[in-house]
């Protein structure tokens, strides 16, 4: 096997002496499962291994593994699977087929022998596919691409229902929208209270509660309190201006306002 | 002298690879000794004076580059069509329902920072543009709308928008900054519009 | 019909500008309405045959490549390709002689467990991608090998791998189980190509 292909975990099994030495370096580390160490087996018969002789990999496959035991080594469950099987697969072909059940003792043999193969052409293919012509090593591309240049021109597509959806959705995620906002609104300013006080004066002839003057539909007491003071404000200013009258019968009492009739 | 044609060939898969243009003298340490350097590239130079690509010199290296006349076909332009994100929606909307706005206050209204981004998008659009500054400490750039959101969203006039004016005396629409006090003292918001400095 | 040889120079240009390999419809598309892009890039192969950079064809796409006897010259050029473990590399020729293939017939083929880090590491390369599921029971992911892959590896098409039409002929390519050593009960696995849904 070719070294250069692997790196050096893949090279160990390459070091192993095969068993024909019987000083069979056991390192099962080295070995990529109990296939792997039938293929370096095999390939110790030099022969195709459609032809090899199985009886003899399996025996030489199982005085592997009672090498490996021997020297103490930690052997894994599927190379001891692999033991068995091929134990089993011994005696099939040893011994005459007595009755029908299942594939031959040659029939599994030829299965195996026929995986080896298998397992054999992939790590030549792997090999061929790592010398042939690899792109980059052997054939450079250029060096210097002169990339195409590509102008976006990007085009946003929009309608307007998503547009409304979009300013909706946020509205609603934020919830009551600003805060502040509702503070602000529901602020009476002393110049509507002007407003409104100048524009109904005199709708009411006599002495009436300035509190009638509030605009209606104010339910929200901090609203309520506001234009409270804001009308009491702008009555104060217009008492000032000498356009109406306050009277208060007691402390805290209700506070009463008429319009000034002219020449008073 | 006659030229050795494999040298040649040499030199053309060496400009060809290289990252970089390649010097003479460069070429003349990767070609095989006695290769005559200057024959070479003017033997490429004119093999494909013709071609789709020359050889060109550039601040006296040596490269394989387009032929001028065909830099053309390395331009592409290409249109794509995009949606907007739910940010830059928003505050498409928020600009077209309150402009002039500064960041700050599609910010606030948002409730969340605006990326750069968001708002690239929306100029890159051609849908907003800014309109001036708000006469307020650190005179803030205003945001509006342009002619192409108008076109495009099929409307005459901003006040077309729907529910503009519903929503508007609604007082969903307004842009006040925080603060209660800032609140009252602020008086004519409507004016606010004439205030704004053209500077754009 | 004549060439323009207008069009084999934009051609030319096209697919020497670009790094990455340029299907026909690509140049199709750049070059003038009703160019002869077979003529044209049969043409360009002829021209380039014995220069010492040439034009191939990888999976199914056109680009220059410096030509193959001349890769000693280049080494400095050369990018550092990682070196694949045995298993990454063996998983990878399963992957590519056999697909689409499930991992637990490439864990037949090797004969041991694949690891996690293994198909990972083909991923990462961009060499491997899934194709679709089996329909059989479990229904199992199939894995096939990527345009990237064939263009590392210098391949036109997957039938272009070493060796791979005498290993069909072998037999040596089928991705029935031998069921030797587990009893594996499966048994309808001849039509598999066939019965693979896309899903990826």
Redesign the interface.
């Known amino acids: 096997m070719d070294k250069g292909s692997f790196d050096d975990a893949g090279q160990k099994n390459t070091e192993v002496i095969p068993l024909t030495s019987q000083a069979l370096l056991v390192d099962l580390d080295g070995y990529e499962g109990p296939l792997d160490v039938l293929l370096v087996l095999a390939r110790d018969q030099k022969v195709d291994l459609l032809k090899i002789s199985i009886l003899q990999l399996a025996e030489q496959y199982l005085a592997f593994i009672e090498q490996a035991r021997a020297l103490r080594l930690e052997v894994a469950a599927d190379y001891l699977v692999m033991a068995a099987w091929l134990a089993y697969l011994k005696s099939r072909l040893l011994l005459p087929a007595e009755e029908d059940d299942g594939p031959s003792g040659e029939e599994l043999a030829d299965r195996l022998a026929f995986l080896l193969k298998k397992l054999e052409a992939m790590r030549e293919a792997a090999e061929k596919l790592m010398n042939g012509t690899v792109v980059g090593r052997d054939r450079l591309q250029r060096g210097r691409p002169e990339a195409i240049r590509i102008t976006r021109h990007s085009k946003y597509e929009c309608t307007l229902r998503e547009l409304l959806q979009a300013y909706a959705a946020q509205k609603e995620r934020k919830g009551i929208i600003n805060p502040l906002r509702l503070m602000r609104d529901a602020v009476f300013s002393v110049e509507a209270a002007l407003d409104r006080l100048e524009k109904m004066l005199g709708t009411l002839p006599e002495w009436t509660d300035l509190m009638a003057y509030l605009p209606e539909n104010i339910s929200d007491p901090f609203s309520r309190r506001s234009a409270q003071a804001s009308t009491l404000l702008a009555s104060l200013q217009m008492a000032k201006e000498g356009q109406l009258e306050l009277r208060q019968g007691a402390t805290f009492g209700p506070i009463q306002v008429k319009k000034r009739k002219s020449g008073q | 002298m006659s030229l050795d044609p494999e040298h040649?060939?040499?030199?053309?898969?060496?400009l060809?690879?290289?990252?970089?243009?390649l010097d003479e003298a460069v070429l003349a340490e990767?070609l095989p000794e006695g290769a005559d350097i200057p024959a070479i590239l003017s033997t490429i130079e004119e093999q494909y004076r013709?071609?789709?690509?020359n050889l060109a010199r550039l601040a006296g290296k040596w490269?394989?580059?387009?032929?001028p006349d065909?830099s053309w076909?390395?331009?592409?332009?290409?249109?794509?069509?995009?949606?907007?994100s739910?940010a830059a929606?928003?505050t498409?909307?928020?600009i077209?329902?309150h402009q002039p706005a500064t960041r700050a206050e599609i910010e606030?209204?948002?409730?969340v920072g605006l990326s750069r981004g968001t708002m690239d998008?929306l100029f890159?659009?051609g849908?907003i543009r800014p309109r001036g500054r708000r006469r307020t400490p650190g005179r803030p750039v205003t945001y509006g709308v342009t002619e192409d959101f108008l076109i495009?969203?099929?409307?005459d006039d901003i006040k077309d928008l729907?529910?503009f004016d519903e929503m508007k005396a609604a007082?969903?629409l307004?842009t006040?900054p925080?603060?209660?006090f800032n609140?009252?003292a602020q008086t004519e918001e409507d004016a606010l519009e004439d205030e704004e400095e053209k500077e754009f």
């Open positions: 040649v060939r040499m030199a053309e898969a060496l060809f690879a290289s990252k970089e243009p990767r013709h071609k789709g690509v490269t394989f580059l387009t032929a065909l076909l390395l331009e592409e332009e290409r249109e794509t069509t995009r949606r907007l739910r929606l928003e498409l909307a928020i077209a329902y606030e209204i948002r409730g998008v890159d659009a849908w495009h969203f099929g409307l729907p529910g007082g969903l307004s006040e925080t603060g209660i609140d009252l």
